[in-house]
């Protein structure tokens, strides 16, 4: 089969489409022909060279796929050849063939086209598990969404607005503050043009920029408030002012998905199916797509995000 290879640390121009040895399908696995893959931010840091794949992961880049699947290993009943499907995936996702365990595998939801099936995995894990599980936001409760107008924002922004919050985003220009607020926040901040603690309070952030905002993302949390960290675009060290954060019973939490052991990204998987495929088959939180490329042309796909100039997602297709 082919995949993108990264054939050394550095700019677009690394990623090559190349023929490689097809995936082996262990016990437990479902191997999906690939229709659609997501290009997530942290596959950018894994071609820089910043983010290697966790131990036994694919090394080509692509955290999600979705596609039909072509077979199953032993002792797998939940899935059977022929299903239409999307997964999380620990690496692989930019190939022809990717082998995943079931656990990390979902039905495509209902009314979702196959292919934009493909940007909900990665966007729907973290924000369910972020939002919600870890940072426990409830019906009537603000949130706040660093990065709205990225993959994980335009997701986060959809779905805590469907459950009932106040959403308030920030991004980087007028535009994309009109879009954000089509895809239901209240308000939206320019971040280039605002400092955010100066205008909301909120019960949950959903943080992208670590140590740049440490201090004004506990700022900004009312009291009881929980902070969940899931990026460091903006630095890893900064200093907590613990008095403030004592004041407030406030709670600060710092998760990654990539790394988690399988049965945990299945319990996240399993909930999401549950929670969250629900309001995606009613409509009422849809995929975003910025744009389709042929996987051929993953490093197009690059420099489209390393740009910056998407909202939501970019896929690359078969
Ligand atoms: N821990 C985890 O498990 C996990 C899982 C998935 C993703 N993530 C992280 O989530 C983040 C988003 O991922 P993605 O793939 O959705 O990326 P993406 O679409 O490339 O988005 C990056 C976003 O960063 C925003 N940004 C840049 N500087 C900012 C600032 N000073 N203040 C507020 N926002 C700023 C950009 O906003 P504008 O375009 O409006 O300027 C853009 O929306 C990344 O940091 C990624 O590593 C973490």
């Known amino acids: 089969m082919r995949a993108i290879e990264i054939t050394g640390p550095g700019g677009p121009e690394v990623l090559e489409w ?3 040895p097809e995936p082996q399908v262990e016990r437990g696995d479902v191997l999906i022909d690939v229709a659609a893959a997501g290009v997530n931010r942290a596959d950018v840091l894994q071609r820089q060279g910043h983010y290697a794949p966790p ?10 796929v979705s596609g039909v699947v072509a077979a199953v290993g032993e002792d797998v009943e939940q899935f059977t050849p022929g299903d239409e499907v999307c997964a999380l995936l620990s690496g692989g ?3 022809e063939r990717v082998s995943v365990p079931w656990q990390q595998v979902m039905p495509v939801p209902d009314r979702v086209p196959l292919r934009q099936a493909a940007a909900l995995p990665e966007v ?3 924000v369910w598990s972020n939002v919600f599980m870890v940072g426990r936001l409830r019906r009537g409760e603000t949130l706040l969404v660093h990065g709205g107008a990225s993959g994980i924002g335009t997701f986060a922004v959809q779905l805590a607005k469907a459950l009932g919050s106040y959403v308030v ?10 879009r954000v607020k089509e895809l239901g926040a209240d308000e939206a ?6 400092d955010f603690a100066d205008r909301v309070t909120a019960d949950v952030i959903l943080d992208i920029m670590g140590a740049k905002y440490l201090a004004g993302n506990i700022r900004a949390l009312r009291t009881g408030g929980r902070l969940v960290i899931i990026g460091l675009q903006g630095g890893r060290k900064a200093e907590i002012d613990l008095g403030a954060m004592l004041a407030k019973r406030a709670s600060v939490h710092a998760t990654a998905l990539r790394s988690r052991p399988v049965d945990e990204k299945g319990v996240i998987v399993r909930s999401v199916v549950d929670n969250v495929w629900p309001l995606v088959a009613a ?13 051929s042309e993953a490093a197009e796909a690059h420099r ?5 100039e998407h909202v939501g997602k970019i896929l690359l297709v078969r």
């Open 18 to 20: 190349h023929e490689v």
């Open 55 to 64: 131990p036994g992961a694919p090394a080509y880049p692509g955290l999600e």
């Open 93 to 95: 996702g930019y190939a």
């Open 124 to 126: 729907a894990c973290t």
């Open 169 to 178: 985003a920030t991004v980087g220009s007028a535009a994309k503050a009109e």
């Open 189 to 194: 901040i320019n971040y280039r043009k605002e």
């Open 283 to 295: 409509g009422a939180v849809r995929p975003v797509v910025h744009a389709e490329l042929p996987m």
């Open 304 to 308: 489209m995000l390393d740009s910056g």
